[in-house]
């Protein structure tokens, strides 16, 4: 172990906030980015739940809705990343929560982003499995056991990658950040040439599609209100551009990590606004007809692409879309791993003692790969469970994303006033109001029906863990530490690094 005069900025920065340097420090500012990307990922969400804002009010849910929640999402990211820049540690958001606001802040916004973001994990890889399914054996009804057993099957293999440690992730992920923009450019352009016709108004018309498709199951029940589907489409945008808070949670493995982590987060949802909203774009101008495209449900785009390409054309396509679903996973897997290391390393889960520990070898905390993996695929196994928690993901992570912003804005300036190097001065707290008054919005557009049981699953987790914390939490949870370091974890710290660095094997 290096002097402490010789230590690297952010290794001094990461034992100032009591944590040893654990983890594989091997990401970039563009691998940063491209994590964030991956996850939030335009081809899975845009794609597999483009009929949630179509079926609402029609283009315009695409044309108005989809750039005003990007906005909203871009304020989130903005205030996340000054406080990420503050304190880069993995499992940002808990540790914020809990250094600005109290261990019971952190512990509940801990709960709630490991929760949304395995439900995520689990939506993802189900999405991915119907999405290929639909698109290459639309005739095939898969069987609920082989879905399971699917899922397992592709999150298993996510687990490895990440077990094998960050740089083998970090290639598959960089990759990813590329993927994802060539696709969707390219069925971005393609949909554009395909169009029958360049109708922009359908952007900007508001058109019923409430009650639709007409085969008893809805993707909104009918209603006359416009400006209340409108609310109701914009879980679009809302349901796809989430889980840029893996730039932070990588943030022990990333270089400059107080500059190049706030930058990866803003960066991943400008990014993803604006590709996704050509994307759906194009996709609403090349309709034949929007009302027959609303009554295919949740089949929707990938119907609207068949109609106007050729077959073959279609289905690469669809392979380039599976493709970057299936690393959308992958990053997932990646985000939600160094969330439970993080929530472990400072006694906030079960049997925290085994989940925080970190390979020598691979520089990965194992078993939190392989509990986020296994916890994801049992959400899977009741279908309707599933359902269930795959609609309160969303509210969820938003829900975690906000908490540390709220309690940034009320300890800025009084017990927060060292910032980092990214910084946005006077507009934190304005941002800030922006961000917290659009996450209530959210929750209270996110429970409606059909996914109304999303608001028992939130009420029941929020009641559990007011009891959780008032009977065994608040008695047994330390929280990250705080303060000046102590010899006792300076001698943590010390023994925690040589443990991983001698029995890392040499690099070739």
């Not at 990053?331 to 439970?340: C, D, G, H, K, Y």
Request: hydrophobic share 55%; aromatic share 12%.
């Amino acid at each position: 172990m290096s002097a402490p005069g010789a230590e690297p900025d952010d290794v001094r920065t990461l034992h100032k906030l009591g944590y040893a340097q654990e983890l594989a420090r091997v990401l970039g500012g563009f691998s940063n980015f491209a994590i964030s990307l991956s996850i939030i990922c335009i081809l899975a969400g845009g794609v597999t739940s483009f009929h949630v804002g179509f079926c609402s009010v029609g283009g315009a849910a695409i044309g108005i809705g989809w750039p005003l929640a990007g906005l909203f999402a871009l304020c989130v990211a903005a205030t996340m990343g000054q406080i990420a820049s503050a304190f880069p540690t993995a499992g940002g958001l808990y540790h914020w929560a809990a250094t600005l606001g109290g261990r019971g802040w952190g512990w509940a916004t801990a709960w709630f982003n490991l929760a949304g973001l395995v439900a995520v994990l689990a939506a993802i890889n189900v999405g991915t499995f119907r999405f290929v399914m639909g698109a290459f054996a639309p005739d095939v009804k898969p069987t609920a056991e082989l879905q399971f057993v699917a899922i397992a099957l592709i999150t298993a293999s996510h687990a490895v990658i990440n077990h094998l440690g960050i740089r083998v992730t970090r290639v598959l992920t960089d990759f990813s950040g590329y993927w994802i923009l060539f696709v969707a450019a390219v069925v971005t352009v393609a949909l554009v040439a395909a169009a029958p016709g360049y109708d922009f108004s359908r952007l900007w018309t508001f058109t019923n599609f409430s009650g639709l498709p007409g085969e008893g199951a809805p993707v909104w029940p009918r209603t006359e209100s416009l400006a209340w589907l409108f609310a109701l489409g914009l879980l679009l945008p809302a349901y796809t551009i989430t889980g840029f808070d893996a730039s932070a949670h990588v943030s022990e493995e990333t270089t400059d990590a107080a500059r190049n982590v706030p930058r990866g987060i803003v960066r991943s949802v400008w990014v993803s606004a604006l590709f996704g909203w050509l994307m759906l774009c194009a996709a609403v101008l090349a309709m034949r007809d929007p009302a027959a495209v609303a009554e295919k449900g949740d089949t929707a785009f990938v119907f609207t692409m068949a109609d106007v390409l050729p077959q073959w054309f279609a289905l690469v396509l669809c392979g380039g879309i599976g493709i970057a679903q299936y690393l959308c996973g992958l990053a997932t897997v990646t985000s939600a791993s160094r969330m439970a290391f993080a929530f472990a390393r400072d006694g906030g889960v079960p049997l925290s003692r085994w989940v925080r520990y970190v390979s020598p070898r691979f520089r990965t905390p194992p078993v939190a790969v392989w509990l986020v993996a296994t916890a994801a695929v049992l959400f899977t196994a009741y279908a309707e469970a599933y359902a269930t928690i795959a609609a309160a993901a969303a509210v969820l992570l938003y829900i975690s994303y906000v908490l540390p912003t709220a309690l940034g804005a009320r300890a800025y300036g009084r017990t927060w006033t060292q910032m980092g190097p990214w910084s946005l001065g006077r507009w934190f707290r304005p941002l800030a109001a922006v961000s917290v008054v659009g996450c209530v919005g959210l929750v209270v557009v996110g429970v409606q029906p059909p996914a109304e049981k999303a608001l028992y699953a939130v009420g029941a987790m929020s009641l559990a863990l007011l009891a959780g914390w008032a009977l065994v939490a608040r008695h047994t949870f330390p929280g990250p530490p705080q303060g000046l370091m102590s010899r006792e974890q300076l001698d943590a710290i010390v023994a925690a690094e040589t443990a991983v660095h001698e029995r890392e094997e040499p690099k070739a």
